[in-house]
């Protein structure tokens, strides 16, 4: 188990919560949303890269089953100048 694994089953013990709602994020929506780099780094991937395939696997299968990608996967991007790093106009 990686260090930041550990970090997380830590705040998970403490807490009483999973992993995932310790990283779950709310839009001004109050819609929940992850962020894949928190995502694949408790789930064990030590490159963004190879996630990054995950991701795109899970896409197809939405697709297959119907479902409309783009609602269900949307690109976030890090932007330092906004409160929360997140460009909500990216969400």
Known sequence: MSKAQRSHS??????SISVFEAIKH???NGEDYWLAR???KILGYQRWENFAEVIEEAKEVCRLNGGIVEAVFRAIT????RKGGLSA???
């Open 26 to 28: 709310v839009d001004e």
């Open 78 to 81: 890090k932007n330092p100048t």
């Open 38 to 40: 928190e995502l694949a």
């Open 89 to 91: 106009e990216q969400r």
């Open 10 to 15: 830590l705040v998970v013990q403490n807490t």
